[in-house]
């Protein structure tokens, strides 16, 4: 069976599902504008931005001969538990009668889940699926943390090219990895390559850090937040998301007495503290949106970025509430709102000027911090 999925980074990850399954995976070309163009002619007006970049992606993976869709479904008050459904009646309208496999968490519905499991698995015993899962879950770990890496050092290297190289080779060493093996050899190969990119140094105190927040489909999809971790590195400001594919499994693939056994409740935690600005779940990543800001302010970070696609409710209620979490935690916080008339110019004038004002907003405590203690 020729398999798709939505292009949401890290791709490699589903192409090695559905690779591992015995399929045929048919993987969307990255999204472009193009991409945008046919989703937003075939999406309602109003729909949120990813619906409308995923309906292009299908429409793009489905010329190229995919036969069935794989994607996740979503629970709570937002729209991500239709988008399937949605995507599944444009398409049908539009000539193309696709069957899709839509997994919504395992929890939710187990026996639905594993009747999506055994169409998927075809001649597959029981014990090679959950050995196929155990090595697709260690090799978007390995990736993730590969890549958290690479966001670091981006922002010290002498060319931002020589990280593009590296990671694309990265990239292709990971696509030949099947077994726990291949996987553990990538990633020391992924740390030779990330280590041997050429840097300038950097005194500990002068670093810049930046968090990247809000909705998952476009903090995740480089093709559709301007590459902002690229911008960001440039700019000398070292990155971390709050999405990582392999934490969102742990959020909502694993039990919650193994999360915490093994220490797999990070986004647990970071619900916890999103609490006191939003007490009850209002669907997407916004009680997340707002835990990570605090958490990034307690980890010591200089600033956070809030990507908030257009149409996506629960991160325009977080931006509502961004100006008082700003207020008590003294975090600055910039809303980049991600359609498909973002001009990049304008987006990109608007982080450099955020950084540099984190910049000199700590690099002036620094300064006033200095002479205090001087006039002592
Ligand atoms: S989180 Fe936002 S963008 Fe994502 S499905 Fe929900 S409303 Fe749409």
Redesign the pocket.
Same mark, same amino acid.
Request: hydrophobic fraction near 15%; charge should be negative.
């Given at each position: 069976m020729k398999i798709t999925f939505p292009h949401m980074s890290p791709v490699p990850v589903y192409k090695k599902l559905v690779e591992l399954l015995g399929h045929e995976p048919i993987v969307p070309p990255r999204p472009t504008q193009e991409t945008i163009d046919l989703g937003v002619k075939y999406s309602p007006e109003f729909a949120?931005f990813?619906?409308k970049v995923i309906l292009g992606s299908y429409i793009e993976a489905i010329r190229m001969g995919a036969e069935m869709i794989l994607t996740s479904g979503g629970d709570g008050p937002?729209?991500?538990g239709y988008?399937a459904e949605l995507h599944k009646r444009i398409l049908a309208k539009l000539g193309y009668n696709m069957d899709f496999i839509i997994f919504d968490s395992v929890f939710i519905n187990f026996r639905d889940f594993m009747r999506k499991l055994k169409i998927l698995k075809g001649d597959l015993t029981a014990g090679e699926v959950v050995k196929v899962l155990k090595t697709v879950y260690r090799f978007s770990q390995s990736l993730d943390r590969s890549e958290k890496k690479l966001q670091i050092i981006r922002a010290y290297s002498l060319s931002s090219k020589d990280c593009d190289t590296a990671w694309d080779k990265i990239n292709r060493i990971y696509d030949k990895a099947y077994s726990y093996s291949d996987i553990d050899s990538a990633e020391s190969r992924a740390s030779e390559l990330i280590e041997g990119i050429p840097v300038f140094r950097v005194k500990e105190e002068n670093k810049i850090r930046v968090g990247i927040v809000g /909705?998952i489909?476009v903090v995740l999809e480089s093709s559709v937040n301007m590459e902002i971790e690229k911008v960001l590195g440039r700019l000398g400001a070292e990155t971390e998301r709050s999405q990582y594919l392999s934490e969102w499994i742990d959020r909502y693939m694993l039990p919650s007495f193994i999360r915490k056994a093994y220490k797999k409740d990070k986004l647990d935690k970071i619900e916890a503290k999103g609490e006191d600005f939003i007490k009850i779940n209002i669907?997407?990543?916004a009680k997340e949106t707002v835990g990570f800001i605090k958490d990034f302010r307690d980890r010591g970070f200089d600033g956070v970025i809030h990507l908030m696609?257009f149409?996506?409710?629960? /991160?325009l209620v977080t931006q509502t509430i961004v100006p008082s979490i700003t207020e008590k935690t003294g975090m600055p916080v910039l809303t980049m709102p991600i359609d498909e008339q973002t001009g990049n110019t304008n987006n990109i004038t608007r982080i450099e000027a955020f950084i540099d004002l984190i910049k000199s907003k700590k690099f002036t405590a620094a300064r006033t911090a200095g002479s205090a203690a001087g006039s002592v």
């Open positions: 949120c990813p619906l937002c729209r991500a988008y /909705e489909y669907g997407g990543h696609p149409g996506c409710l629960p /991160e």
